[in-house]
């Protein structure tokens, strides 16, 4: 703990000093004007992150949103353990200056995230994956950019009960980064990765994976705000111009945000994130969905695949809606698929076509029973593919109350029993 002296104010800063050798601070200069939303300024300093949130209204300006960001700040406990009596215009003053907020870490210490897509916040990367090569003692993260412009990436790693951390700061175009455990011993039955991208000093959404089973198992066990009403990692797609504000939305499960123990907050099993992806339709109907990949993932390999959904107040009575999960493989030589493939309409890379095409599992006149039903699927990767898509598709006739999905889980089979 330090202790940092503001006149007649004691701030007392805990997890994000740990982490340097003397109080740093980084700059975030918001820019423009707020398109209005939800925006959440937090941490990646654990698994379930710590943060604060304020709503902006469309055209305020940057500086007014900095402020308002800065009092949530100095009224947020979750952040900054705050003593009682902490004159709280004086955190303020300190910690904002016209439209930059100068907080206590490190670039990539930090990020922003919710519904308000203005104010210069850069688009999230994506697809965060995790190989572990035993040949190599090396651990490999890789992701994809959801934009060219970024200055700078962040990767940071977390393990020993969030007792070690490794932050490393990479190009604005990387898309993979390997950690030599002879270098970085990071803990392979537990470690949290995260990648932050920053442009103009400003920080994007974090991407974030989970790694255990000596590196054959990556899952997405974080508890981190939704960007745009989507999880991190994922992309949102529909087959017709849906309005993506009312049918793909995040909802939270009360009281699971933080905890006590600030510096070591994990959600250890999948009903303990306090963030889940919901997915509706609007009166006239639609299809709407999410996706995400799995990058450098290994040809020959055997995996399953494994995700928790649930159909909520969905009537099993009622024909009009069904919901499903899919997969496909790809290789370099893919295109990206799109809209026309995740709807049955344009047939996947290995040929298969129709609504049905690389379905994991479905939900039409059957239901989860408002629980969270787990679906597993087993196969082995073919010569040539690198890539694994995910995609959850749901479709109705008419405005509907949604469905959820909250986790995924991607095995190395292979890697399991042993094989290289």
């Not at 353990?81 to 004159?87: A, F, I, S």
């Not at 490393?168 to 991208?197: E, H, M, Y």
């Not at 889940?276 to 639609?286: D, F, I, S």
Request: some cysteine.
């Amino acid at each position: 703990m330090r202790i940092l002296k503001l006149g007649s104010l004691i701030v007392l800063l805990i997890s994000v000093c740990a982490e340097a050798d003397n109080v740093t601070r980084v700059s975030i200069p918001l820019k423009g004007s707020a398109e209005g939303g939800t925006l959440y300024l937090g941490d990646v300093l654990n698994r379930n992150a710590s943060f604060a949130y304020i709503e902006t209204v469309p055209g305020e300006s940057a500086e007014a949103v900095a402020r308002s960001l800065a009092v949530a700040i100095s009224y947020t406990d979750a952040l900054y353990d705050w003593p009682e009596g902490t004159d709280r215009e004086a955190v303020v003053s300190h910690i904002v200056s016209g439209s930059t907020l100068r907080l206590w870490g490190l670039p990539g210490t930090y990020f922003l995230a919710g519904t308000e897509t203005g104010l210069g916040i850069p688009e999230p990367p994506l697809f965060l994956s995790a190989t572990y090569y035993t040949n190599k003692d090396a651990l490999v993260f890789t992701w994809a950019n959801s934009a060219p412009d970024y200055d700078s990436l962040v990767l940071r790693l977390r393990w020993d009960k969030y007792g070690s951390w490794h932050r490393q700061q990479l190009r604005g175009n990387s898309t993979s980064c390997i950690i030599d455990r002879g270098r970085v011993p990071v803990d392979l039955d537990d470690v949290d990765c995260w990648i932050v991208a920053i442009r103009d000093g400003i920080p994007s959404a974090p991407a974030g994976i989970h790694v255990s089973s000596q590196g054959a198992v990556q899952d997405e066990l974080f508890g981190i705000p939704f960007t745009k009403g989507v999880g991190p990692n994922w992309r949102s797609w529909s087959s017709s111009k849906l309005d993506s504000r009312r049918c793909v939305l995040s909802t939270e499960r009360a009281g699971l945000a933080f905890a006590p123990n600030k510096r070591y907050n994990p959600a250890k099993e999948p009903s303990r994130k306090p963030f889940v992806q919901v997915l509706k339709t609007p009166a006239g109907g639609g299809m709407v969905g999410v996706y995400r990949k799995f990058l450098g993932v290994a040809p020959g390999h055997t995996y399953r695949l494994t995700t928790r959904v649930n159909t909520l107040d969905m009537d099993p009575n009622d024909s009009s809606w069904s919901y499903s999960i899919h997969m496909t493989c790809g290789g370099p030589q893919d295109a990206d698929l799109d809209e026309a493939h995740f709807s049955g309409a344009k047939a996947l890379p290995n040929g298969e076509s129709g609504p049905g095409a690389g379905r994991v599992a479905g939900y039409h006149r059957r239901t989860t029973g408002h629980k969270y039903a787990r679906d597993s699927v087993e196969f082995t990767l073919p010569s040539g593919s690198d890539s694994i898509t995910v995609w959850v598709r749901y479709g109705s006739t008419k405005e509907t109350t949604g469905v959820s999905l909250d986790w995924i889980q991607l095995e190395d089979l292979t890697l399991k029993s042993g094989g290289a």
